[in-house]
Each structure stands twice: as structure tokens, then as C-alpha cells.
């Protein structure tokens, strides 16, 4: 089993397109910002990218699509209907007719064209302008094989969005997340992982064993997750390049809620040890372990704050569940959770500014985020099993996941931080256990 994802293979040539003449070189002031309240998307257009040759046509419309859904299903965005549009074929090489777009309200608009090079390879090209300065904002090419045009619209949507609100994208990552089929009681979990979008899921393990909380490295090419096989459950790594797998560790007793540390050297884990459990840590080159907690209660679920200096994981050492901080070499925990119910499954946003969490109580289970020293916690989501929060490479969005209970299963969502633009996210089945990669250029 091999999924290799050679960067340097795939894109290659990537350069800037310069200004074109007739257009102003400075670049426009205009930003999206990004809100914590009622907001009205920006108006873009994104007309299909024009074919350099007769056999692109297709796969220029599909780089569209994949761009305009990333930008929709952002909600800073607001593509406009290409059935709006009074031109429908744009030249990339000549500055637009602005009239045109500002007519039908767009305050951007993207330009591109897809061509085939005489060795096989496609080149993708694009050009983002400001409609009301008629400023060019951005412009890229970009050289790669024909099978990778939709890892070139993720990046190419990365640039606008990036251009557009001045932080970095999230389009251009994956999630991995434990496939679920089948009777409920006789439910098959796999390991499976798909583009953020939910396209090109691959399984990774064939569910013969029970597999749970999966997490990607720093590099994003290997997970760690627990599997429950024969005798006790084992934390293991999985190398999505070769497809191999090895146990992290023979610990006496079970092992839970692997994650790597920021520096992809460690994991830290909790293990059971009689009626307790407690964390841990082990060096991926030494493999010597260290033990960070030594309490007669249960402590889980520990992440990594994004410098690795602090961790936040989950405790009942006060009686019931709730999140405490402490250093990432052990000793002295705060506790930062103190609303109504109990808290889990915290974990760390890349930016630093939250901690994300479930808080169960009163028949309801809510996705939130706190600030790290538990000051400014705002419940984004509630209902019937929300549980498993994950964060955006720019820690924008939450992914999580949501369990009806009944006959049915579960499904993925993501929403954003400040509670708004809720979507489900497609996969092929029912599906539980999200975490979400880094940028994968």
C-alpha cells in the first residue's frame, strides 16, 4: 500500500505572473476581515479557466469548481453565479473589462487557464484583480502532472484566500478520520484519509482491528493512532508514503490518545496503569519514555500548546473531567475550564489563541474554544454527541464530529471559530475521530 506524494515532482516552475500592462502596480488596500459576527461575504467572480488547448477544457472547469466551492464553503466568500456573467470567456493574458464585473456587483475576480505542455504535464496559471481599483492582486503559474489539478486549485485557493484576508489558507491539507460501516453493532472502523473538501479518500488500514484517534504529524506524512487488536490496545505510526506501520511502544496495560509534539520527535500518550492513567512521553529516536503526571485520577488527552512549551489535557483529579495547562517537561497543572458540565478532548490551536473542547451538560454536547488561560469561552456548536474537535491549519475552522445515536452513525462538520458558517463535510459513509493536517505546501 503506497501513497506517495512527492512535492517537488508534482509542482515545479511555481512563479509570480507580473502586473499587466495598463493596470496600476500598487496593490490594493481592500482585505476581507475576518469577523466574529454577523459579516456579508465578499462578492468574487470566478469564471471557468479558459482551455490552452482543445483537451484542458475539462479539467479547467473542474479547478473552477474545486476553487469556488473552497472560497463558498470558507463563508468569506460569495461566488457569483456564472449564469450572471456577461462575459464568459476571459483572456488571462489581457487586463479584464471591470465595467463588466462591477455591473454584476464583483468586487474580485479570478482569471486562469489550464494548458498541456508538450511533455504531459499541465501548466496552471491564474490572475486575481480588485474589480473596483482595478488592481491585479495576485498572480501564479504553476507546472504539474494532469493527475494532480486538484492539489493545484487547493493551492491556487490558499493564494486568494491569503491575498484576500492576510492569513494563511487551510485548502491544501487533508484529514484523517476513522471510516465507520456497517450494523451498528457490528460496526467496521477504518483508518481513512481524503483531501479537506472530501475528495480522494484512501483507506489506510482494512478494519480487521478497532482503530481510534488518529493524528498527523508536523510533516503530515505520518498518523499515530491506537488500534485495538489481539490483547491490549497499542499506539502505533503509520508512514503514508510506504503504507507501513509500527508499534510506538510496548507499555504494559492500554494506551490512549496519541499526538506528536509540534517537532514531530515525540509522542505523548496517556496509559492505564490499575484504575488510573496518566501521561507519558516518548522520544521517537531514543524511544525512551518519561512520565509527565503521577496522580490517583485519570488524565488524557493531552496536545501540544504550537511552541511545545505547554500542554493541555483532560483530568478528573478534581472529581470530574475538566482541562488543565502545565509545562511540557510535567509538573504544576492549572485548571482552566470551570462552566457547568464536564470538558474533554481539549486540544491546541496552530495560531496559539485557543484551546478547543467538548462540554457535555444538560443532555447537550457543545464544541468550544477558551483562551489558554480559560478566560473568553464561547460555545460554537451544540447538540445531541457533538465530540472530537480538530483545528484548520490556520486555526480558523474546527472540524468535529456528530452522532445522532439511533441506527444511524456518525458525520463530519466543521465550523468556524466564532460560531458561525456550520457545514457538513461529505465522506462516503458514516465517519468519527477527525484531525486535520498542516498545509501541505
Not at 475538566?322 to 457547568?340: E, K, L, W
Not at 469561552?377 to 445515536?405: I, K, Y
Request: charged content about 20%; some cysteine; aromatic content about 10%.
Amino acid at each position: 500500500m503506497t501513497f506517495r506524494l512527492d512535492r517537488r515532482q508534482m509542482i515545479s516552475g511555481m512563479a509570480a505572473l507580473g502586473v499587466l500592462a495598463g493596470s496600476r502596480s500598487a496593490f490594493a488596500q481592500k482585505r476581507v476581515v475576518i469577523p466574529e459576527g454577523d459579516f456579508a461575504p465578499l462578492p468574487i467572480a470566478i469564471p471557468n479557466f479558459a482551455a490552452g488547448t482543445p483537451g484542458d477544457t475539462e479539467v479547467g472547469v473542474g479547478v473552477t469548481q474545486v476553487i469556488t466551492n473552497n472560497l463558498k464553503r470558507s463563508g468569506l466568500f460569495a461566488p457569483i453565479d456564472q449564469a450572471a456573467y456577461l462575459e464568459k470567456q476571459i483572456n488571462i493574458d489581457a487586463a479584464p473589462n471591470f465595467n463588466n464585473w462591477k455591473s454584476i456587483n464583483a468586487q474580485a475576480l479570478v482569471t486562469g487557464r489550464m494548458t498541456r505542455q508538450g511533455n504531459g504535464r499541465v501548466k496552471a496559471e491564474f490572475r486575481l484583480w480588485d474589480v473596483i481599483s482595478g488592481q491585479q492582486l495576485a498572480g501564479q503559474q504553476y507546472f504539474t502532472s494532469p493527475e494532480y489539478w486538484r492539489r493545484i486549485a487547493h493551492i491556487i485557493s490558499d493564494q486568494i484566500y491569503e491575498r484576500m484576508t492576510g492569513e494563511k489558507g487551510y485548502f491544501d491539507s487533508r484529514v484523517v478520520f476513522v471510516d465507520e460501516s456497517g450494523p451498528k453493532e457490528r460496526r467496521v472502523k477504518r483508518l481513512a484519509m481524503m483531501d479537506q473538501d472530501g475528495a480522494n479518500v484512501r483507506y489506510l488500514t482494512r478494519g480487521s482491528d478497532l482503530v481510534l484517534t488518529p493524528r498527523f504529524s508536523p510533516n503530515s506524512q505520518e498518523i499515530t493512532y491506537m488500534e485495538f487488536g489481539q490483547g491490549d490496545p497499542k499506539v502505533y505510526l503509520f508512514n503514508i508514503e510506504t503504507g507501513q506501520r509500527e508499534i510506538v511502544g510496548n507499555f504494559p496495560g492500554m494506551t490512549f490518545a496519541p499526538r506528536f509534539s509540534p517537532d514531530g520527535q515525540r509522542v505523548i500518550m496517556s496509559l492505564q496503569q490499575g484504575g488510573n492513567s496518566n501521561l507519558f512521553v516518548m522520544d521517537l529516536r531514543s524511544r525512551s519514555t518519561t512520565r509527565l503526571t503521577d496522580t490517583p485520577a485519570i488524565d488524557t488527552s493531552p496536545s501540544y500548546s504550537p511552541d511545545g512549551a505547554r500542554i493541555c489535557f483532560e483530568s478528573d483529579r478534581g472529581g470530574k473531567p475538566q482541562i488543565y495547562v502545565m509545562p511540557a517537561t510535567g509538573g504544576g497543572a492549572q485548571r482552566i475550564s470551570f462552566g457547568d458540565g464536564t470538558y474533554s478532548t481539549p486540544v491546541w490551536s496552530p495560531r496559539g489563541d485557543y484551546i478547543a473542547f467538548t462540554r457535555q451538560g444538560g443532555g447537550q454536547f457543545s464544541i468550544g474554544v477558551m483562551k489558554p488561560d480559560g478566560s473568553g469561552e464561547r460555545l460554537l456548536t451544540s447538540g445531541f454527541h457533538n465530540e472530537g474537535p480538530t483545528f484548520s491549519p490556520n486555526g480558523r475552522v474546527l472540524m468535529f464530529f456528530r452522532d445522532p445515536g439511533g441506527n444511524g452513525g456518525p458525520s463530519l462538520y466543521s465550523v468556524d471559530i466564532s460560531g458561525r458558517n456550520e457545514l457538513k463535510v461529505p465522506t462516503p459513509g458514516f465517519a468519527s475521530d477527525p484531525a486535520w493536517s498542516p498545509l501541505l505546501s
